[in-house]
């Protein structure tokens, strides 16, 4: 583990055995925190990241953290737009739809579909309206601040 500290990819491919260890040892719950860590301080290892969610899924088709970790890794690390709204289309949980619904407005926007964005975004409030408890983890007053600018700016042409 010592020589792991100063070496990001060593330290990555360290994170990612303990964490495929906790995820076939069917503690993937366990294992978010290290597939995050290996995610938002390894951006060079994002096909670690990637298989360490993929397998997440295969072992827990229900992992909904598996789904949103993978989808956000798409989205924010790969560009690979088409394959985040994809993964986070498998959430199909409404306890968590608030969640799923503002970071799939943010794939949206960044190709530029604007209206598509709305609509996730707009689906999200709804969402954390009908059940404020649920979505406690999503900062509305934020998703609110979106909608409000991206409403008011004239789309350009």
Excluded: C, N
Excluded at 33 to 58: D, V, W
């Amino acid at each position: 583990r010592a020589q792991a500290q100063g070496r990001p990819g060593l330290r990555a491919r360290a994170e990612l055995a303990a964490a495929t260890s906790l995820v076939a040892a069917d503690r993937a719950t366990q294992a978010l925190p290290r597939l995050q860590r290996i995610r938002l301080q390894f951006p060079g290892s994002a096909e670690a990241a990637t298989a360490a969610y993929t397998r997440s899924i295969e072992i827990d088709p229900h992992y909904i953290p598996g789904y949103w970790g993978l989808g956000i890794l798409f989205y924010a690390q790969l560009g690979r737009y088409d394959d985040a709204l994809a993964t986070l289309d498998g959430v199909a949980a409404p306890s968590v739809e608030a969640r799923v619904m503002e970071p799939k407005g943010d794939v949206k926007l960044a190709p530029g579909d604007r209206a598509g964005t709305l609509e996730q975004w707009r689906r999200a409030d709804a969402a954390v309206a009908a059940d404020p408890v649920s979505a406690g983890q999503l900062d509305a007053e934020l998703l609110r601040l979106k909608i409000d600018e991206l409403g008011t700016v004239p789309e350009t042409k």
